[in-house]
């Protein structure tokens, strides 16, 4: 268990339709990422949040959006929804922000659009 | 051309063997090398971490970093049919978080 919490850990969903999926760091990490992975498209980095503030972005859709809140968990909202979104959305988390750190994976949403 | 390049496999082996696992990449900048593990359909885990060139050793797992040949590398020894898994090279260059990952290697380990 990475101490990184993740939900829903799955859910269908139609298109068009808006879902938020949710993360808890583990104790004491500031830095939360979110990364996409599907079959075609591999691990994908989304964007990055340190102490509440985004501070890396990476091939995130303008339908997609995230934030982290003053207690550090974090969420990401998924917008009009369409059938390549189906992926599973996967958050991880690091004490600091800077590549020297490693970083902790949760299990993952598994999305479906349908 | 990706930064990264991984060969997605899939790659079988008996169990007891050495498996190589590689990714090459093209940016010069990356100084942090990482190796996780995936079991289908769950959160990579972090296997192995280096900074900069050279080996790095632990239990049954060595990886290696060429930085002239940007080439790293991934050994397993004595794998077990428990290491049946994806490996996923990723790599980063300092500064903010954002590591780049290869596609992933699949590796199973028969009895």
């Known amino acids: 268990d990475s101490g990184v919490t993740q939900t829903p850990k799955h859910l269908i969903t139609a298109t068009g339709q808006r879902v938020t999926l949710r993360c808890s760091p583990r104790s004491g990490d500031l830095s939360v990422y979110w990364y996409q992975q599907s079959l075609d498209q591999g691990l994908q980095f989304l964007i990055q949040y340190y102490n509440g503030e985004e501070r890396a972005k990476g091939n995130i859709l303008e339908r997609f959006s995230a934030q982290q809140f003053p207690d550090l968990h974090s969420e990401l909202n998924l917008s009009s929804l369409e059938l390549g979104d189906s992926a599973l959305y996967f958050c991880?988390?690091?004490?600091?922000?800077?590549?020297?750190?490693?970083?902790?994976f949760g299990e993952g949403s598994w999305l479906t659009v349908v | 051309q990706k930064e990264v390049e991984q060969d997605p496999g899939p790659l079988s082996v008996p169990e007891g063997a050495i498996v190589s696992l590689n990714c090459t990449y093209s940016n010069s900048a990356f100084q942090y090398f990482m190796w996780y593990r995936q079991y289908s359909r769950k959160g990579p885990e972090l296997l192995m971490y280096t900074y900069s060139s050279g080996n790095k050793e632990d239990g049954r797992f060595t990886a290696q970093v060429d930085k002239s040949s940007k080439y790293i590398s991934l050994f397993i020894r004595d794998s077990q049919p428990s290491d049946s898994a994806t490996y996923l090279c990723a790599m980063g260059t300092g500064g903010y978080n954002k590591l780049i990952f290869g596609a992933g290697t699949r590796l199973a380990v028969h009895p």
């Open positions: 991880a988390s690091s004490p600091r922000q800077g590549s020297g750190n490693t970083i902790y």
